[in-house]
């Protein structure tokens, strides 16, 4: 599915179809790469303060025209994310 991930929030299905929306904590884009990477989260309602962080690689469709996430599967830019996820918690 394309979508735009520049703004606070956005949404994907389920796999029942169901729409979920994400808030977007933060957009990583490391300097010595041209990669862009989101930290994501969906709160659950009922779990007061709960939320599973989430992270994927932001890859631009090749029309221009709206983006798609990946699976990040390096294992270098997971560490990178895990540092910058344990700074933003600790402010």
Known sequence: MSQDYTGNFFTELDEDGNEITYTILTR???DDSDATYIVFYEEFEGDEGEMQIEAA???ANEDGKGS???EIENEEV???IEEVVNTIMSL
């Open 28 to 30: 990583i884009e490391p």
């Open 57 to 59: 690689e932001v890859i």
């Open 68 to 70: 798609q996430l990946f």
């Open 78 to 80: 997971w560490a990178m």
